[in-house]
């Protein structure tokens, strides 16, 4: 079902965000999502930016999705001086390449909700927009969304492709809260946190307690 409502989002609006808690797959169901969006063929390739930490990780999982893929970190992302880093010749030309039939995926994205420095706009989602603005499909995955308040999650959003609102002109404006509450409501959002899994997905036993099925028969149970 999260997998189905990403693909949907994608298509409808280009992008979504997903907020998913820590251990609830959030790899794995981006992953997903692209593979099959490459196997429909909206999607030739993926552009994965991610702490460094996790490069081979997404690397190794996109792979097992047969999605070709380039990989970079957020500190990559943010520098100017092609002698500090070997691969920013290839980060450039990556961008460059960057078309409606590029997957952008944005993970751990909280890392971009701090948008300024300085009063003007950090190079990373500077760069992450023009991607986006060439017509890049959009993943914004993480599970905290926010540290200090709304603005970091508005910050997020403004990375994703803008939403149409069709009137006498053709409107174009970024995604937009004013609570986080309102993440969970907006269209462009998935958001999977342990209670809704415990709602919606898991089953119960003759004690009264719940859980749900790993490999095929081991119960894994949720505290109470």
């Not at 965000?17 to 390739?45: C, E, N, P, Q």
């Not at 958001?191 to 036993?205: C, G, K, M, N, Y």
């Amino acid at each position: 079902p999260v997998v189905s409502r990403i693909l949907r989002n994608v298509e409808d609006f280009g992008g979504s965000f997903v907020v998913a808690s820590t251990g609830l797959g959030k790899t794995i169901m981006t992953a997903h999502a692209a593979a099959m969006l490459r196997a429909a063929g909206m999607i030739d390739s993926a552009l994965v930016f991610c702490p460094a930490g996790l490069r081979q990780m997404w690397r190794r999982t996109l792979r097992s999705g047969r999605v070709s893929s380039e990989e970079f970190s957020y500190s990559e992302l943010s520098i100017t001086d092609w002698r500090r880093s070997r691969r920013m010749d290839v980060l450039l030309r990556e961008l460059e390449q960057v078309d409606d039939r590029t997957l952008l995926i944005l993970d751990e994205s909280h890392h971009l909700r701090n948008e300024e420095s300085g009063g003007e706009l950090r190079l990373r989602n500077s760069r992450i927009e023009e991607a986006v603005n060439k017509g890049a499909r959009t993943l914004l995955v993480t599970a905290t969304p926010y540290s200090r308040g709304v603005d970091d999650i508005n910050a997020q959003l403004r990375l994703l492709p803008k939403q149409d609102r069709q009137g006498l002109f053709a409107n174009h404006s970024a995604w937009h809260v004013e609570t986080p509450a309102e993440l969970s409501d907006l269209n462009c959002s998935v958001v999977l946190t342990a209670p809704i899994v415990v709602r919606h997905f898991s089953e119960q036993d003759e004690a009264g307690e719940r859980f749900v099925i790993f490999s095929g028969d081991r119960r894994m149970y949720f505290p109470r």
